[in-house]
């Protein structure tokens, strides 16, 4: 078992940045390959970035590459999804997860969830 508890969501301007954290207890982090999520009212949830489980590599959706910064660290069992030069439509609920195995992209990869974390970007 996993638990996840996300944090740092909150209200932003547009351009503002805001860093989201994920605190893993429970199995060892350092074996599964992380990521964040999103959703929003009324949308499905959405794949945002993922991180392998050494770190070196990562992956991002189009919407977020350069604004986006996911990373890990595992020591601290957290990981991290830096986001800057916020936007009106990245308002959502930001939800970490873990996957076991599967197309990182799917929500069906991931086993465990945190509870989400809201951030709002006002325009």
């Known amino acids: 078992q996993v638990q996840l508890v996300e944090s740092g969501g909150g209200l932003v301007q547009a351009g503002g940045s805001l860093r989201l954290s994920c605190v893993a207890s429970?199995?060892?982090?350092?074996?599964?390959?992380m990521g964040w999520f999103r959703q929003a009212p009324g949308k499905e949830r959405e794949f945002v970035a993922a991180?392998?489980?050494?770190?070196?590599?990562?992956w991002y959706t189009d919407s977020v590459k350069g604004r986006f910064t996911i990373s890990r660290d595992n020591a601290k069992k957290t990981f991290y999804l830096e986001m800057n030069s916020l936007k009106f439509e990245d308002t959502a609920v930001y939800y970490c997860?873990?996957?076991?195995?599967?197309?990182?992209?799917?929500?069906?990869?991931?086993?465990?969830w945190g509870q989400g974390t809201q951030v709002t970007v006002s325009s």
């Open positions: 997860a873990v996957s076991l195995s599967g197309d990182i992209f799917a929500t069906t990869s991931y086993s465990y």
């Open positions: 429970g199995r060892t982090l350092s074996i599964y390959t």
């Open positions: 991180i392998s489980r050494s770190g070196a590599t990562t």
